[in-house]
């Protein structure tokens, strides 16, 4: 299967009313001179799962992250590692945060929660939601439910003695106080997210509104996979593989001896 045309399948599976936002925020970073026959779907581009990828025999990754811009000099030596295998990459991010089927829908989905409205917005596009559950769940019950479904420890903070009704959720990198304040004016009993910082918590305290705070990437594994499936559906003569990634930011959070990295 040719590269681009699996990318314009991709990108067909997505409603584009801002086509200069929608390239900025999603497209190609290498494209190997091979047909694909194995699609390979994680949340980011590292050389590590570069690595993953090479020993599935994978001929494309797709990710919902680029390599950061943050962590210099990365992005370059993830097209050299591409480059040497011949692999292809595609990643989605801002256009999976908003999407149906994509972070934050997949999640609230997995989670038993119904959305009620679409939040957080630039440009057009909303990375988060305030989402309510049909009947009333203990907080405990839902850092359990969260911890289930990533597979991993979350942190968590809790502010008021309220059942859980309404939650407000950004997946991936919500902790600026400008999101949380979103749900708080959105009455939310919980807000979720996947990073954090001292100003998260003294504002979630300061507004009561308890806080759970999982990992970056596992919050918004369910939206990659839930985009690779839809390939797989659209495209049935591609092999499409997970390609695993270290829970390495939970370990981070949970080590008792790095508590300032909360």
């Not at 957080?120 to 203990?138: P, Q, S, T």
Request: aromatic fraction near 10%; charged fraction near 30%.
């Amino acid at each position: 299967m040719d590269f681009i045309h699996i990318v314009e399948g991709i990108n067909d599976l997505f409603t584009i009313s801002n086509k200069k936002i929608f390239s900025s925020e999603s497209g190609i970073t290498y494209q190997a001179d091979k047909k694909v026959k194995k699609v390979g779907y994680c949340v980011n581009l590292t050389l590590e799962t570069i690595e993953e990828a090479r020993i599935h025999g994978v001929d494309m990754m797709v990710t919902h992250h680029d390599a950061w811009d943050e962590i210099y000099g990365l992005r370059e030596a993830c097209i050299e590692k591409l480059r040497e295998y011949g692999i292809s990459h595609y990643y989605n991010h801002l256009p999976l945060d908003d999407c149906n089927f994509g972070t934050n829908d997949s999640l609230l989905t997995k989670l038993n929660l119904e959305i009620v409205k679409r939040t957080h917005e630039w440009e057009g596009l909303h990375f988060g939601r305030v989402a309510e559950y049909d009947d009333e769940i203990e907080f405990n019950e839902l850092v359990k439910n969260m911890e289930n479904l990533l597979e991993e420890p979350v942190k968590y903070w809790r502010f008021n003695d309220n059942k859980v009704k309404r939650v407000g959720l950004v997946c991936g990198n919500g902790a600026p106080t400008a999101c949380l304040k979103e749900a708080v004016e959105n009455k939310c009993d919980v807000y979720i997210t996947g990073e954090c910082n001292l100003y998260t918590i003294q504002y979630a305290q300061f507004k009561g509104i308890n806080l759970i705070i999982g990992s970056h990437t596992f919050t918004e594994f369910f939206g990659i996979e839930s985009l690779a499936l839809k390939l797989n559906e659209n495209i049935k003569e591609l092999e499409v593989v997970r390609l695993n990634e270290e829970h390495y930011e939970a370990n981070i959070k949970l080590d008792k001896n790095k508590e300032n990295y909360v």
